[in-house]
């Protein structure tokens, strides 16, 4: 009775993963389906027209087998064939790259769209912002302490979808290649140091003390401050507000043979290791993260990297869940 | 009152402020007025350079994207014509671009200042700075 109950049950695990395993294959080979996800119509999308493609090769291939076998004598008519069928496979191929193009286009179009709708953002955000600060200056009537309180809220969530609106614009700059670097002078400590002095209110409000250990003795990085600070900022920004109650920021700076490393170490809550591999993602936010904190766009790790690699150095980071992170890039003195 | 006897300090100064967005126009025209200020308000390039030839201000606010005519234009007619050339430009956008500071800077602003980075408080005192109070 038991072996009977046990055979059966281990038949249908066996025959359930099987039938995973088909239907993943079966999913690969729905083209149909993969052809919907991008949007587009059969004849339209390259996978199905590689498919034809390959059917036709096959089919020509076969036919001119048959032509040639039948009418060895009489070559024309076999040129003649030869000459049809590459004339259809110049046609089908002539379509596939359209369609290609197309999916290029409409790619383009998503970062084009992506920063004109954050352009158009930008105007009446800027508005709202400043009518709340107009608001809470008193200016246009004494505001109680219950009132204040509601306009710190609408503050607040206005600079969130401020820095949104401008995280979206960097990301739409870097996909059009439209975010060059401007290589210029400066000394990487002296950018450090006003980065951190720029954090000390909003470190202090999280009960979080920044610790600058400077081991660069002012080195002087060819290289564009203005998007290294993007980089500076995320790191100093996710370090303060990834840490649960009271903790330490430690920022280090340090020259070695070529380039300058720079990482700052937190004791925040940490990446789980399975979300590690996801962490430069765009839009990726770890869910540990989003149980504790529900500000950030998901935006700045991904600008980061791009910043970096772009300028010639190197990006990553050691985390350890409920521990904290250590997220370090090094820049090339002269790049 | 006589002229002669009107104090040079007490005359208010007056800003031109040229910008489509009348929400602005509202709160800018409203803290000028509480800082001092007379505010004239233009709500397109047009008018923006109509009332700066007519009004002479002592300074002039300048959105860059308006109606009819471009900032930039604005800006270049105001520092052509005799008239408007010696009064200080306050460029005020969302336009963040090297390119847009650069070009702003050349035309013959005193100031660039990009709206998201800025509060209001903050602009209120480059004004002031720009206007020499």
């Not at chain 1, 099987?18 to 083209?31: D, T, W, Y």
């Not at chain 1, 900022?233 to 649960?244: G, M, Q, S, T, V």
Request: charged share 25%; net charge positive.
């Amino acid at each position: 009775m038991k072996i009977n109950f046990i055979f059966p049950s281990f038949l249908f695990i066996n025959k359930n993963s099987r039938l995973m395993k088909f239907k993943e294959i079966l999913s690969q080979l729905n083209i149909a389906g993969q052809c919907r996800k991008y949007g587009l119509p059969l004849w339209q999308c390259p996978q199905f027209l590689f498919l034809v493609m390959g059917i036709f090769i096959i089919v020509s291939t076969l036919i001119i087998y048959a032509v040639g076998n039948r009418y060895i004598e009489d070559p024309e008519i076999v040129a003649l064939t030869v000459i049809l069928i590459a004339a259809t496979l110049f046609i089908i191929a002539t379509v596939i790259t359209n369609s290609f193009e197309r999916l290029a286009e409409a790619n383009r179009m998503k970062s084009e769209f992506v920063s004109v709708v954050s352009h158009q953002l930008r105007s009446p955000l800027s508005n709202l912002k400043w009518v709340v600060e107009f608001l809470m200056s008193g200016r246009v009537k004494e505001v109680s302490k219950k009132q204040m309180e509601y306009f710190k809220i609408l503050k607040e969530n206005t600079g969130r979808m401020t820095e949104l609106v401008a995280d979206l614009l960097i990301v739409s700059r870097i996909e059009q290649k439209k975010f060059p670097l401007k290589k210029e002078g400066f000394i990487m400590a002296d950018l450090v140091g006003e980065m951190i002095k720029g954090k000390e209110i909003f470190a202090r409000a999280s009960n979080v003390e920044i610790k600058f250990e400077n081991k660069d003795d002012l080195t002087e990085i060819f290289g564009d401050s203005f998007q290294l600070k993007l980089v500076v900022e995320n790191f100093l920004d996710n370090a303060i507000r990834y840490i649960k109650g009271k903790g330490t920021v430690k920022v280090r700076l340090r020259k070695q043979k070529k380039s300058i490393y720079f990482e700052v170490e937190d004791s925040g809550v940490g990446i789980p290791q399975e979300d590690q591999k996801y962490i430069f993602q765009r839009f990726f936010r770890s869910a540990n993260v989003m149980r504790h904190q529900t500000e950030g766009s998901g935006l700045g790790l991904y600008i980061a990297k791009s910043i970096i690699e772009k300028s010639g150095g190197k990006i990553g980071f050691n985390s350890q869940e409920n521990k904290g992170s250590t997220f370090w890039f090094t820049i090339p003195i002269k790049s | 009152m006589p002229i002669w006897l009107i104090n040079a300090d007490t005359i208010m100064k007056t800003i031109l402020f040229i910008e489509d967005e009348s929400a602005l126009q509202k709160t800018f025209g409203e803290v000028l007025k509480q800082e001092g200020y007379e505010m004239i308000s233009a709500l397109d390039g047009e008018i923006g350079l109509r009332l700066a030839e007519a009004k002479k201000p002592d300074l002039i606010l300048l959105d860059l994207i308006l109606p009819k005519i471009h900032g930039f234009d604005v800006l270049k007619k105001l520092k052509q014509a005799e008239g408007t050339k010696h009064i200080s430009v306050i460029v005020l956008t969302n336009l963040e671009g090297m390119r847009d500071v650069d070009m702003a800077l050349e035309l013959g602003a005193t100031t660039y200042l990009v709206k998201a980075q800025y509060s209001l408080e903050e602009v209120v005192e480059k004004i002031k700075k720009a206007i020499g109070d």
